[in-house]
């Protein structure tokens, strides 16, 4: 029996290694994702991280009251145990994604006023406009990359408009954004963690001369009102205004962006899929829905155990550190039939991929509502959706996404519903 757990523990090791390090596993996870919950779906990596990937595993920890993201014990043993010297760690350890309750509850209550059901309607029609008016320079050309010239300036602009940020500094806060990210990755290189402290300081400086600015004169943004709000007698402390900024942009023009991208991906790829859509546009929601399951902007979230957890009758003990792989257990087969099939027909999916329990994605309305506007618009005016080449994929495991989208397409209804002139 023993032999057999440990021979089943390195075949999961070694399909971890090949996710992490190697070009082969970075180009194609998911079929070590298949390798490692076949081989050992609960286990202790040779990193020291446990590992979950199997669906019902995964959906019991996130909801467990004794799971919570403590970067004290996430970076610990990490970084010759000076983790703390580097901006960037700093940084994430003062993020709301970050705090605990009862700091957590405090925070989101605060920021959640921007992503209440009735706010995120009142967007639907700036993302019709600012969709409509990136789409018609591609319109003219009959392509492009719909992924940074479409998608990172829409999802930007619906953010930036939030806490009142220039849509003109997109560009740098972009670049800082990507450099910072870095952190999440496990296999985060010396020269990666350098570019994520510069791109931490940056990004601090910037968002701190924001809130100074909206300090001095109020605006009509989340912003100002956050500045003025109070929670119990309790106002947020400047660093805590700096990092719910940082944190708006962030989660929402980047993940967003491969949200929509990944979505075009996926129908272009499956024709037949997308078929069904259009000639059927009540399929959409679960459509929406299918991308979410099959090719998620985040692949892994990091937590820990506050007390020992039992998962899929096996024991993770306290204070450890636990790699949860929400793209594995997307495509677990006892959750999901034919798994690895895109299927907008799919039906009684219980997804995670905005994450569960305290730290559910306090934006997912307002970009659910983005892919509705912009898959709804793509399936109903152009046809011949093709791609241009294959995408270059970005090479990491937390947020394995693409750096590109080249498209080509043929126009064949007009924004206001009337047909193209052959």
Same mark, same amino acid.
């Given at each position: 029996? =023993? ?7 390195? /075949?999961? *090791? %070694?399909?971890? /290694? ?44 996130? &909801? *467990? ?11 610990? !043993? ?24 009862? $700091? ?50 829409? @999802? ?25 990210? &870095? ?5 985060? =290189? ?27 004169? &109020? !605006?009509? $943004? ?8 109070? $929670? ?18 962030? @989660? ?8 929509? =991208? ?12 997308? *078929?069904?859509?259009? @000639? ?32 899929? !009758? ?17 495509? *677990? ?15 009684? =999916? ?38 241009? %080449? ?33």
């Amino acid at each position: 029996m =023993t032999a057999t757990i440990a021979q089943s523990s390195h /075949a999961a *090791d %070694e399909a971890l /290694a090949e996710l992490l390090f190697s070009p082969e596993g970075l180009a194609d996870p998911f079929s070590r994702y298949h390798r490692i919950r076949e081989a050992a779906p609960v286990h202790r990596s040779t990193l020291g991280s446990w590992v979950l990937t199997r669906h019902d595993d995964v959906d019991e920890f996130l &909801r *467990d009251k004794h799971v919570d993201k403590n970067v004290y014990t996430w970076m610990g !043993g990490r970084f010759s145990g000076q983790w703390e010297q580097h901006h960037a760690l700093r940084k994430l350890a003062a993020n709301m994604l970050w705090a605990n309750p009862p $700091d957590h509850t405090r925070l989101r209550r605060l920021a959640n006023r921007a992503f209440t059901p009735k706010r995120v309607r009142e967007h639907r029609a700036l993302i019709e406009r600012r969709f409509d008016s990136l789409m018609r320079p591609l319109d003219e050309n009959g392509g492009g990359d719909i992924c940074n010239d479409v998608f990172f300036p829409l @999802a930007f602009s619906v953010v930036a408009g939030l806490i009142g940020v220039p849509e003109e500094d997109a560009p740098r806060l972009r670049a800082w954004i990507r450099d910072f990210q &870095r952190v999440f990755e496990v296999g985060m =290189t010396a020269s990666e963690l350098r570019a994520a402290n510069d791109a931490a300081r940056s990004l601090d400086d910037y968002f701190g001369e924001l809130v100074r600015a909206r300090q001095r004169e &109020r !605006g009509d $943004d989340l912003l100002s009102a956050l500045i003025d709000t109070s $929670d119990k007698g309790s106002r947020l402390s400047f660093e805590e205004l700096v990092q719910i900024c940082h944190m708006i942009i962030a @989660a929402g023009s980047e993940t967003t962006t491969f949200f929509l =991208t990944n979505g075009v991906h996926q129908f272009i790829t499956h024709p037949d899929q997308t *078929d069904l859509v259009r @000639a059927d546009p009540s399929l959409l929601s679960g459509a929406i829905d299918e991308v979410l399951r099959y090719a998620p902007a985040a692949h892994m979230i990091p937590r820990t155990t506050m007390s020992p957890v039992d998962v899929g !009758g096996v024991t993770i003990p306290e204070n450890a550190r636990v790699m949860v792989m929400i793209a594995a257990a997307n495509r *677990d087969p006892a959750r999901f039939p034919d798994p690895d099939r895109f299927d907008v027909t799919r039906t009684g =999916t219980a997804l995670m991929s905005y994450g569960l329990g305290t730290h559910f994605c306090l934006g997912w309305r307002l970009a659910n509502l983005q892919a509705e506007v912009v898959f709804s618009a793509l399936l109903t005016r152009y046809a011949e959706l093709t791609l241009v %080449e294959s995408p270059r994929p970005r090479t990491r495991v937390a947020f394995p996404q693409v750096e590109d989208l080249g498209i080509r397409f043929r126009l064949i209804r007009h924004r206001d519903g009337s047909q193209v002139s052959a």
